[in-house]
């Protein structure tokens, strides 16, 4: 869940490793998940999403996996690039509120070449 | 190209002053949202609208305020009551309902505007 004040955890990985981002979620409720990919001085761009009817969804490099016994979201980032470095955030949205996400604190992904 | 432009991408401004952030978008989204985003932080919701001229307060609403006479537009105005105002800000659409299976409610963002209090 949001975590206000805090600072971001970070994650750094070599180039071509895989990496894993995860994320703790607080509603039982949601129903929707976005992983979003953020750059530095930009705004948030769409990775990546699940409903809760699944528990994994694959795209090119990347996965998430659902696990709604424990509330907890993961992304999965194969064979890491340098251009993959940036801030990650996860957002759910609940049954009834459309369109209103609320993101998690993010992490950020480092990677070296 | 459809999107969603924020204006100005800086802005400075002078502790007392109410400053007005622009936020326009072409995808006929119905909702519309800010977020504001401090430094190594996460993003947290000022204020969002469903439809126009409704909205409604977010988690930190607190020294901002907005209007919704456009379906395309959403202003945000940081008063001088915002105590701490320095940060980015973010403006967001989304689609209101889920239509068919593409419709998610997925929030779609602008650049941000960064605003620095002198």
Redesign the interface.
Known sequence: G???????PTLSVQEGDNSIINCAYSNSASD?F?W?KQES??????II?I?SNMDKRQGQRVTVLLNKTVKHLSLQIAATQPGDSAVY?C?E?GGTS?????????T?LTVHP | DGG?TQSPKYLFRKEGQNVTLSCEQNLNH??M?W?RQDP??????IY?S?IVNDFQKG?IAEGYSVSREKKESFPLTVTSAQKNPTA?Y?C?S?????RGPKG?????????S?LTVL
């Open positions: 949001e975590s206000v004040g805090l600072h971001l929707y976005i979003y001085g930009k705004g948030p761009q769409f999403d409903r955030f957002a949205k459309y369109g209103k996400l609320t993101f998690g604190q993010g950020i | 969603i119905d909702a949202y977020y190594g932080q996460g993003l947290r919701l969002y469903q988690d980015f973010l967001a989304s689609a209101l309902r889920d998610t409610g997925e929030l779609f963002f602008g650049e941000g960064r």
